[in-house]
């Protein structure tokens, strides 16, 4: 008798030996999709109290890793690379940063980071790290690789399609 419960299988070979084996679900849409799903609950919760949504999020982290400084229609660009939000939705989320102190207007069309924007950046990386380490952090580099790989190739292939329809 076996019975499979998520990705754990028992199977019982006697009344007193019962093994238990993992198995890997099948690489698709509904594995990428649901480590989606669950790496996105896990930035929630970081977010939670913060004053900052996944859409502000990520914009916020695309100014600050481009040196606190970056120009507004090259940042909305990223961004909606990056995300697939339209693109006047992204400004619309540079205008809820900037109404909230986290971003501000260089007035020379290039957006900033404030030191607050940067705090708050700082205080949910700080915070996503441990996180992230025990997510992925003791698998071998060249599965990481591997899934690297993998994953931009569909990516990219992904982005063909909607760049095509």
Known sequence: MALTLMNLTLVKRTELETIVTTTAP???TALIGQTEKALN?????QLAGTGITEPQ???LTLTAVSGGTVDRAELIRRVSGATQFSQASVAERITELTAAGLLRDGGDGRVQVTDEG???WTQVRTALGPI???LWGDQPAEDLATAGRVLSVVLDRANTVLANS
Not at 41 to 45: F, G
Request: hydrophobic share 45%.
């Open 132 to 134: 992230v380490q025990g």
């Open 57 to 59: 999020w990520v914009t």
């Open 26 to 28: 099948p690489f698709g």
């Open 118 to 120: 940067q705090a708050r």
């Open 41 to 45: 609950a896990i930035l929630e919760r």
